[in-house]
Nanobody, 123 residues
Framework: QVQLVESGGGLVQAGDSLRLSCASS????????VGWFRQAPGKEREFLAF???????YYDDSVEGRFTISRDNGVSTAYLQMNNLKPEDTPVYYC?????????????????WGQGTQVTVSA
């Protein structure tokens, strides 16, 4: 399995951009689908996007057009570029990986998780 570490979170203002990184170690990163989720206190973990090992990308409707997922297998890192941030984009963001499912859309589809990185968007 891979081990994942997110970074890049922080405090920004509405309309700003932020890029999150998800660094992987352990198993070969290119064999995994990578997904991004976020979770606000008291709410379920929310799917945002995934990119699988053949480059297929899928976004939730809530972020399509504002968020862009990408990956660089050479440095075993995935990214989530977030543009035009809104206060409702404020929870903890998680990256996750799975080598089992080509179209993983729910948290239970993933078996590797990072520790999360906080994003706070002020109005």
């Amino acid at each position: 399995q891979v081990q994942l570490v997110e970074s890049g979170g922080g405090l920004v203002q509405a309309g700003d951009s932020l890029r999150l990184s998800c660094a992987s170690s352990g198993a070969p990163f290119e064999n995994y689908a990578v997904g991004w989720f976020r979770q606000a206190p008291g709410k379920e973990r929310e799917f945002l996007a995934f990119e699988n090992w053949i480059g297929h990308i899928y976004y939730d409707d809530s972020v399509e057009g504002r968020f862009t997922i990408s990956r660089d297998n050479g440095v075993s890192t995935a990214y989530l570029q977030m543009n035009n941030l809104k206060p409702e984009d404020t929870p903890v963001y998680y990256c996750a990986a799975t080598g089992l499912l080509p179209t993983p859309l729910t948290p239970t589809d993933y078996n590797c998780w990072g520790q999360g990185t906080q994003v706070t968007v002020s109005a």
